[in-house]
Structures are given as C-alpha cells and as structure tokens.
Nanobody, 115 residues
Framework: QVQLVESGGGLVQAGGSLRLSCAAS????????MGWYRQGPGKQRELVAI???????NYADSVKGRFTISRDNAKNSVYLQMNSLKPEDTAVYYC?????????WGQGTQVTVSS
C-alpha cells in the first residue's frame, strides 16, 4: 500500500487558480496510474484527471483546458494545477494511486470557489 496526503486546497474566487499536491509515502515510479478525483456537495465522486507511469494524461471534459496534472517521481508527488476556477469546481479533491493489487486514497482537500 501507499499513503497519500493531499494539500493546497482552499478558498478562491471564480477565475482564480490553485495548485494541489499529493505526497506519497513511497516511490510512485512503478504505480501505473495516479489520479485526482473530486466529490462535490450532494454528488458522487468523479474522475478529474489521471496520469500514467508513462506520462499519458486524461481529463474530464469539464476541466479540459483549465486543469493540468503532473507527476514528479523524484519527489514521490503528483500535482493538479487548476486555472480559471468555477463555482462548480467546489468539491473535496482526492488523490488516488492505482496499480495491480493497489488502490489507495488520500483523505482529501477542500476546494471552494466563490462566485
């Protein structure tokens, strides 16, 4: 298993930016997929962005062109740069690590976007 700790959430006005970080307790170089998910008020958890061990990325349609996921294997970290934030981006954001026999989640970080 791997422990994940998210940070960087907060309160921001619409149109602003935030950068979320996810620090892992061990090397993430061999982890097939690292991802960010979110759960808004009264909503189900949804995929925001994923990045594979090879660097391929995939984004939810709602965040394409605004969010960028990246990973730094040397720092055992994954990041989510969020620009042009909208009130509908308000949610708890969770980091996920997924590989064969591995599916770990962080505790989440709150992002609130005011209009």
């Amino acid at each position: 298993q791997v422990q994940l700790v998210e940070s960087g959430g907060g309160l921001v006005q619409a149109g602003g930016s935030l950068r979320l970080s996810c620090a892992a307790s061990r090397s993430i170089a061999s982890i097939n997929r690292m991802g960010w998910y979110r759960q808004g008020p009264g909503k189900q958890r949804e995929l925001v962005a994923i990045i594979t061990s090879g660097g391929s990325t995939n984004y939810a349609d709602s965040v394409k062109g605004r969010f960028t996921i990246s990973r730094d294997n040397a720092k055992n970290s994954v990041y989510l740069q969020m620009n042009s934030l909208k009130p509908e981006d308000t949610a708890v954001y969770y980091c996920n690590a997924w590989s064969f026999a591995l599916d770990s989640w962080g505790q989440g970080t709150q992002v609130t976007v005011s209009s």
